[in-house]
Structure formats: C-alpha cells, structure tokens
Nanobody, 133 residues
C-alpha cells in the first residue's frame, strides 16, 4: 500500500518561504497525481495545488497561491515538493499531500479536479505550517 510522508513544515515569518516534501516508499509517485491541501483547525481540507502524474506533467494552482507556490517532483528521490514563497500571515494549518492514480484526469476530467479532496484515497499524516511574526 502506498504510504505518504510529509515533511518541511514549521513556523515562518510573513513574506518568507518554505518547501514541503511528500515522500513515498515501495511505489513510484511518478505514477500518481499528487495534490496539496491545507486544513485549518475546525475547517475542511482545502486544495492548494497539484501536479499530475509524470507522463502528463501538468500543474494547477488555486488563484490565492498562483505565482507564489510551485509544485514539482524529483523522481530519483520519489518525492513531490511544494515550494511556497511570499507567505501570507495565517494561523496554524496542516498541509497534507494526497495521491491518486491519474485516471480522473483523463477526458472528460480536467486538471482543476486535482485540488478536490474527495478525489484522493491516499493521504499522508500532514505537516503543520504557521505563518506569523
């Protein structure tokens, strides 16, 4: 079974940068679409960004992070990254990565579907990020 492990969270000042990692063992993340989600206490998990499987290569970003966040993958390390820059003040939130075989992205599916939490059956344990001075 695919197991995901997130890392890289922490406390960062507004305007700062942070890179989150989503790693896996036993199965190649190149074969999965990977979504990044943020969940604040008492709130639902919200999609932030995603990267399609490696043959597809597309990425998607919610408007709120477009131009500031970048999703990428390192196949050799079997890891997907979310590089976050110009972070805005937010209370604590947990970032999760989800993985799903990319069938849902094939037509009539659209890349925007990859930031819908209900698409994913496989999740990591999350890593907390707080942007505060």
């Amino acid at each position: 079974q695919l197991q995901l492990v997130e890392s890289g969270g922490g406390l960062v000042q507004p305007g700062g940068s942070l890179t989150l990692a989503c790693a896996a063992s036993r199965f190649s993340l190149d074969d999965y679409a990977i979504g990044w989600f943020r969940q604040a206490p008492g709130k639902e998990r919200e999609g932030v960004s995603c990267i399609a499987d490696k043959p597809d290569g597309r990425t998607y970003y919610e408007d709120s992070v477009k131009g500031r966040f970048t999703s990428s993958r390192d196949s050799a390390k079997n890891t997907v990254y979310l590089h976050m820059t110009t972070l805005k003040p937010k209370g604590p939130g947990v970032y999760y990565c989800g993985a799903e075989p990319p069938l849902f992205l094939r037509p009539p599916g659209t890349i925007e579907m990859c930031v819908r939490a209900q698409v994913y059956d496989r999740w990591g344990q999350g890593t907390q990020v707080t942007v505060s001075s």
